[in-house]
Structure formats: C-alpha cells, structure tokens
C-alpha cells in the first residue's frame, strides 16, 4: 500500500549544517583527524567528514578516507561525488606534488554547506549548453547533501573498493549507492484504478506504449498516489514490467520454457531476473533528478508484473521527430536552418545527459533514436531506457544495430559519445543511406557526408562545422576521443536559441500533410 510519509523532525545532522562558521565541531575523544589545512574551508571539509564518521556505523570510517578525496577534489576528469554531498568537481588536475585542497574556500564552501538554491534557464531565454551542464550537477549536489543518510555515486564506490580491505567493507559501500535503500525494501505492491485490478483487466487499462530487450512499457494510473521520498508523485506512470510470474501470462512464457531443471530452479531464476532489475534501477537512480534523463521511482509489483516505476513522458521518440520533421522540411513548413536548429537542440540535451552518466561513473550505452525522447512539457529531449546501463569498466552490450562500435572493449563513456555521433547522423542523413550495425564509422568530409538534399543548401561554414564536429565523435582512439562535457564546449554550441523557438519549428514540423 503507498501511503504519504509521516512528517516529524528533521533529519539527524541538518541541524549541524546551520551552524555559524565559527562553531567548529569537537571531534570525539576516539578518533584522531588532521589538522585544519585551509582555513574556513578545512573547517567544513572536518564537519562533513565528523558527520560522515558518525553516519557510515562501526567498521566503516570514510574519516580516513576524506585526505585522498581531497587530492582528488583538484583532479581532471568526470567529476566526482563527495560522501554525503553528490558535488561534482570539475576543477583542473593537479600535480601529486600539491597541497590538498588548494581550492578557494569560497568554492568549497559551497560545495560541503547547503548550496543556494539552482533553477534551470528558463524556456524563453537563450542558453549555453555547458552551463546548463553545471546546474544539473548543482542540483544533483543539493539534493545529495540534503538527504538524511549517505549516498555515494558509483563512480566513487568504485574507487573507494579500489583501494581494498575487508569483503565487509565493499559490502557496506555498495549499500551507499543510490536506490540501494529501496532494493533492501524490495518490490512494493502497488494497485491501478478499481477498474484495472487483475491481470485479465490489465490489458484495458495497461496502455502498452513499447518492447526492449528488457521489458514492455506501459502507461498506468495508479489507485493511489505515490509518494517518495516525501513527495506526492501522482498517479500517472510508465510501468516497465520485467518478470512476470504467472506461467499462463504471455510475457512469461519464454521464461518459463527455458528453465533449467531443479528443485529450485523456478526460485532462482525469479531471484536472477529480480537482480537484472534492480541493476537498471540502480542506474536510474543515479542519475537522480537529471533533467535530461527519465526519472525513476520506485520497484513495484503489480499482481505478478514486477518492474520499474518511471516518469511519464508525453511526445515522441527522435524517429518520430525525424520522420515528421524531414515531411515539414520537403513540404516548406521548416527551413533547413529550423531543422538544423532541432538537431542541435537535441545533441545537447543528450550530451548533457551523456555527461551526467560519466559523472556517475556509468555508461548508457544504448543512445539511439529509440530511446531519447521529445518532452513537449519541458521543451526538451530526454534519454529513456537504462536496460543496457553499467557501470564503467563492467563487460559492454550492444545496443540499436547503427548506433555502437563493435569493438571488444570494457563499457565506456566514450562509447556513448559514438552513439551521439550516429544520432547527429541519422538526424542529417538521406533515407537512402543505409547505416548497418556500426553506423557511419570513419571521419568524413563535406563532400561525402550523406547530408539529405534539403541540408546540402546550408551555408558551406555550417556543414564544415556538422562534419568537423562529427569527426570529433567517431575518432578511432579512445583516449583522443572527446567526452561529452569537452564536446558542449564545441563552437557547434556557441549559444543556443530559446527552447521556445525551437519548440516552435517543433510545433510547425506537426502540421498534417
């Protein structure tokens, strides 16, 4: 049953973060901490890590951690989440040679204290896809740094089991991942409207919006509101069934023909697809509230479907936008600098979305045209579909024949940046070019990049500047490859025009033949 949460006090530990700067915890009598290092910076840094000491419980002690993370608070590359905070840090490598934590306090501070309050650009402003980039990772710090307990990104669970010890202590780190609080909980029972109670009803009710390799996606109203992490959600959903367990249901048929023989059999293979699902929720939940990204709410049974409960998207997938949009542009409806404006919008928003998977250690590793989406609420396209999401370095899968390399290689963010790269393609291309498994692989030039006719009238700066950042994406060495957050920093993305305007030629590219 889904009920609203009590309310009572606040959360052990918020009332630590009010404190005036000059009240500086006493750490307890047992533990022993360096000293202060930076001034007012240092300060908060021993107040998060104090915090930290008292949340993580006897036999795991983050305070003897926090010195190297500080070192790496200066460091390059994807930026990391500090225990207990999510902030990421996207702040220049420094030598081994450095001092910890050479940051200005003022950046640190607000970093490890509550952060002000973020918003989002609003729809009717131009915008810089690098800086909307910053705020989602803001946002994801805020809300990392005011949940109750510890969180980390996997990214940092990673490095942290990295440096070894004791299988208890991996154990412990591994429950400090996102959505690890709801997989110990397991699958709450959730009911649709009185209406479409029981499998026979389900299908009058479960609008089926779509089949993965993982599962079927349906469209659900729910009997009650559910609520998380103290919010009313609604009762509008996409439910993602993954395993069901009626043998006389259709989706479980093939599950139930393939088992091995056994006794337990049955258990464990319910068990095994239980964990495949708590794997792609997991990833979800890592991204958190990333705008660019569907969100997730929870693990949910319905009768004998379990699966994900995820946010309803309403507009269609990128297929559908090229379609309707090539139709618009042959029929004058849209200028090839409007679809042109569509397709830049669109590689942004991935890329953002690509980048906050890399900050969380993760790799998506299906980006294609099925699975990002155009939100007409938010004037925004979105990624979908975590069925094939890992952890970096985890073996890699293939994803939409046409979007990945086939190369035999661990999963990595680079890969996904090869993925955007035939998106921006299959968005540009002629029908008549066909893509097969791998896509349009090697660089390419003006003259043979397989631009639709209506594109080839563009300015010659504009196509130069397509093909030259394509090339960017597909180049063959991983290590010279560009990740996606150096790829938003492309002259492709000076500025970016009003989501409002681009909704518009979206709205024009609608129009009935």
């Given at each position: 049953?889904?009920?609203?949460?009590?309310?009572?006090?606040?959360p052990?530990?918020?009332?630590?973060?009010?404190?005036s700067d000059?009240?500086?915890?006493?750490?307890?009598?047992?533990?022993?901490?360096?000293a202060?290092?930076?001034?007012?910076?240092?300060?908060?840094?021993?107040?998060?890590?104090?915090?930290?000491?008292?949340?993580a419980?006897e036999g795991?002690?983050?305070?003897?951690?926090?010195?190297?993370?500080?070192?790496?608070?200066?460091?390059?590359?994807?930026?990391?989440?500090?225990?207990?905070?999510?902030?990421?840090?996207?702040?220049?490598?420094?030598?081994?040679?450095?001092?910890?934590?050479?940051?200005?306090?003022?950046?640190?501070?607000?970093?490890?204290?509550?952060?002000?309050?973020?918003?989002?650009?609003r729809?009717?402003?131009?915008?810089?896809?690098?800086?909307?980039?910053g705020?989602?990772?803001?946002?994801?710090?805020?809300k990392?740094?005011?949940?109750?307990?510890?969180?980390?990104?996997?990214?940092?669970?990673n490095?942290?089991?990295?440096?070894?010890?004791?299988?208890?202590?991996?154990?412990?780190?591994?429950?400090?991942?996102p959505g690890?609080a709801?997989?110990?909980?397991?699958?709450?029972?959730?009911?649709?409207?009185?209406?479409?109670?029981?499998?026979p009803?389900?299908a009058?009710?479960?609008q089926?919006?779509?089949?993965?390799?993982?599962?079927?996606?349906?469209a659900?109203?729910?009997?009650?509101?559910?609520w998380?992490?103290?919010?009313?959600?609604?009762?509008?959903?996409?439910?993602?069934?993954?395993?069901?367990?009626?043998p006389?249901?259709?989706?479980?048929?093939?599950?139930?023909?393939?088992?091995?023989?056994?006794?337990?059999?049955?258990?464990?293979?319910?068990?095994?697809?239980k964990?495949k699902i708590?794997?792609?929720?997991?990833?979800?939940?890592?991204?958190?509230?990333?705008?660019?990204?569907m969100?997730?709410?929870?693990?949910?049974?319905?009768?004998?479907?379990?699966?994900?409960?995820?946010?309803?998207?309403?507009?269609?997938?990128?297929?559908?936008?090229?379609?309707r949009?090539?139709?618009?542009?042959?029929?004058?409806?849209i200028r090839p600098?409007?679809?042109?404006?569509l397709?830049?919008?669109?590689?942004?928003?991935?890329?953002?979305?690509?980048?906050?998977?890399?900050?969380e250690?993760?790799?998506?590793?299906?980006?294609?045209?099925?699975?990002?989406i155009?939100?007409?609420?938010?004037?925004?396209f979105r990624?979908?579909?975590?069925?094939?999401?890992?952890?970096e370095?985890?073996?890699?899968?293939?994803?939409?024949?046409?979007?990945?390399?086939?190369?035999?290689?661990?999963?990595?963010?680079?890969?996904?940046?090869?993925?955007?790269?035939?998106?921006?393609?299959?968005?540009?291309?002629?029908?008549?070019?066909?893509m097969?498994?791998?896509?349009?692989?090697?660089?390419?030039?003006?003259?043979?990049?397989?631009?639709?006719?209506?594109?080839?009238?563009?300015?010659a700066?504009?196509?130069?500047?397509?093909?030259?950042?394509?090339?960017r994406?597909?180049t063959?060495?991983?290590?010279?490859?560009?990740?996606?957050?150096?790829?938003?920093?492309?002259?492709?993305?000076?500025?970016l025009?009003?989501?409002?305007e681009?909704?518009?030629?979206?709205?024009?590219?609608?129009?009935?033949?």
């Open positions: 049953m889904i009920t609203p949460p009590s309310t009572g006090s606040a052990k530990g918020v009332e630590d973060t009010r404190r000059n009240q500086t915890p006493q750490p307890p009598t047992n533990r022993s901490l360096p202060p290092k930076a001034g007012h910076a240092s300060l908060l840094l021993e107040r998060r890590r104090l915090k930290l000491g008292e949340r419980g795991l002690r983050f305070n003897a951690q926090l010195p190297a993370l500080g070192d790496r608070m200066a460091g390059g590359g994807s930026p990391r989440s500090l225990p207990g905070s999510g902030s990421p840090l996207s702040t220049p490598r420094s030598s081994p040679g450095d001092k910890a934590f050479p940051s200005p306090p003022s950046i640190l501070a607000s970093l490890l204290d509550p952060p002000t309050p973020v918003s989002r650009h729809t009717s402003d131009p915008w810089n896809a690098l800086s909307a980039l705020k989602e990772r803001r946002l994801q710090s805020m990392r740094s005011t949940s109750p307990g510890v969180v980390l990104s996997p990214r940092l669970v490095e942290l089991s990295q440096q070894g010890g004791m299988p208890e202590r991996m154990e412990r780190l591994a429950a400090l991942k690890a709801e997989i110990s909980n397991g699958f709450a029972a959730i009911a649709l409207e009185p209406s479409c109670e029981g499998l009803q389900a009058h009710c479960m089926r919006l779509g089949v993965g390799a993982s599962g079927v996606a349906y659900v109203r729910l009997a009650e509101n559910f998380r992490e103290g919010k009313d959600c609604g009762r509008d959903f996409v439910f993602k069934a993954m395993l069901c367990t009626d006389g249901h259709p989706m479980s048929r093939r599950f139930f023909d393939t088992l091995p023989e056994g006794a337990n059999s049955l258990a464990d293979a319910i068990e095994q697809e964990a708590y794997k792609e929720f997991q990833v979800a939940a890592s991204l958190g509230e990333t705008a660019q990204v969100r997730v709410y929870g693990l949910v049974q319905i009768d004998a479907l379990f699966g994900i409960l995820l946010e309803k998207i309403e507009g269609p997938a990128v297929h559908q936008v090229i379609d949009s090539r139709h618009a542009l042959d029929q004058g409806f600098v409007d679809y042109l404006a397709g830049r919008q669109m590689l942004a928003d991935v890329l953002i979305g690509a980048s906050r998977f890399a900050d250690g993760l790799v998506h590793q299906d980006i294609s045209h099925n699975n990002v155009y939100d007409e609420h938010q004037k925004m990624l979908i579909d975590m069925g094939l999401g890992r952890e370095g985890e073996p890699s899968q293939l994803g939409t024949a046409g979007y990945f390399e086939m190369r035999p290689s661990a999963s990595h963010h680079k890969r996904d940046v090869y993925s955007v790269a035939q998106l921006l393609v299959h968005f540009l291309k002629t029908p008549a070019r066909a097969g498994l791998i896509g349009l692989s090697n660089a390419s030039s003006v003259e043979t990049f397989p631009f639709m006719d209506p594109l080839k009238t563009l300015p700066q504009s196509k130069e500047g397509i093909v030259q950042f394509f090339n994406m597909v063959m060495r991983l290590d010279e490859r560009p990740s996606a957050e150096e790829l938003l920093r492309d002259p492709f993305f000076s500025e025009p009003p989501r409002d681009v909704h518009a030629i979206y709205q024009r590219s609608k129009r009935p033949a």
